[in-house]
């Protein structure tokens, strides 16, 4: 089969296209014919080494992604081969086939297609926690969501108006801006916005935002404190500026702000949490009442492309690979 294979860190020009054999899947595993994957920002920080944890080589990425079950290892139970499904943290995606343990699928709606089902784990499971389980947000709550047309960004404003909050997205240009207002978001600001802060504040009635979804990090994060109503929240997700970001506890002391923390890796590691997230987000998607927006979609081939597009804010919605 045809897998992308990465033996040194480094840019796209590390992922290499290989003839390897196709994985047999040991016990408590299954084996998935893979038909979409999504990219992630962290499958690129993965393979230059630049993620929250160590990338061992030789590795093939793709942490998220959609098809069908092939193949069983001994003991699995509860799937079937043909079945649909997706996937979240196994690691191989960007193969024909992959051999992931059974705990990393997900059900599938029959509603969404290969890439749709492909686009939603990551993006919609951190929205998930980052509004409610860390967010404790509620209807009626003014949330600001950054880089809103990116992956996180789109499934976080549907996720936001499905919970009946008010949405003020940033991105970096009217066109993106223009992808969430398609998807409900009440307020739109192009992230450069000379007075943002008093912007966001007169949006909201003089109050300020209840949450922000912090997804840039560096020099920007002080206005997503300053930009906080009372008791405001901000869940700080990522850090795609790759700047570093000044907190002074103190700070927080005179409005009562939060600042919080979300990694989706150890979230999902709380079984009791997952089910929830999972609970919540299956009708949604099931009835339609939330869409993964896809982006581009690009051949295995092409996969060093999309890393850089993505990079490069040139995309919107999930990137997608089919293999
Ligand atoms: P996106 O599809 O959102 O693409 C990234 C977007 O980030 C860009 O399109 C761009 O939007 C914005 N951006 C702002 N500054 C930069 C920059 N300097 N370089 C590149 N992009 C920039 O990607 P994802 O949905 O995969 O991820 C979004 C963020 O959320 C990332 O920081 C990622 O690490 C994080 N994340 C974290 C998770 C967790 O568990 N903590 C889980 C999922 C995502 P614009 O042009 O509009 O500014």
Not at 80 to 100: I, K, M, T
Not at 130 to 157: D, I, K, M, N, P
């Amino acid at each position: 089969m045809r897998a992308l294979v990465v033996e040194q860190l480094g840019g796209p020009e590390v992922l290499q296209l290989r003839d390897v054999p196709v994985p047999q899947p040991g016990a408590g595993q299954v084996r998935v014919k893979v038909e979409a994957v999504g990219i992630n920002f962290a499958d690129v920080l993965a393979v230059r080494g630049e993620y929250l944890t160590r990338t061992r080589l030789p590795m093939t990425p793709g942490m998220e992604f959609a098809g069908s079950v092939d193949a069983l290892g001994e003991g699995v139970m509860g799937f079937s081969v043909g079945q649909r499904v997706a996937v979240l943290g196994g690691v191989g995606g960007l193969a024909e086939f992959a051999v992931v343990p059974a705990g990393a699928l997900l059900p599938v709606p029959e509603s969404l297609s290969a890439p749709e089902a492909a686009a939603f784990p990551v993006s919609y499971l951190t929205a998930f926690f980052a509004l409610s389980t860390l967010g404790y947000s509620r209807a009626g709550e003014w949330v600001v969501v950054q880089a809103a047309a990116g992956a996180l960004g789109t499934a976080s404003v549907q996720l936001a108006k499905s919970m009946g909050l008010n949405v003020i997205a940033l991105a970096s240009s009217d066109e993106k801006l223009q992808v969430a207002r398609d998807l409900g978001a009440d307020v739109t600001f192009t992230s450069d916005t000379a007075d943002l802060v008093d912007r966001v504040r007169e949006a909201t009635g003089g109050r300020g935002a209840n949450l922000v979804l912090e997804v840039v990090g560096g020099k920007g994060f002080q206005g997503s404190l300053d930009m906080l109503a009372p008791r405001g929240r901000v869940i700080v997700i990522g850090a795609a500026s790759r700047e570093p970001s000044t907190l002074r506890p103190v700070e927080l002391m005179k409005r009562n702000l939060t600042v919080t923390g979300l990694w989706l890796t150890s979230l999902m590691q709380d079984p009791e949490a997952a089910r929830e997230a999972v609970a919540f987000l299956t009708p949604l998607l099931a009835s339609g009442q939330v869409r993964p927006q896809v982006g581009p979609t690009y051949a295995l081939a092409e996969t060093g492309q999309a890393f850089e597009d993505l990079l490069g804010r040139r995309t919107t919605g999930k990137v997608i690979i089919e293999p």
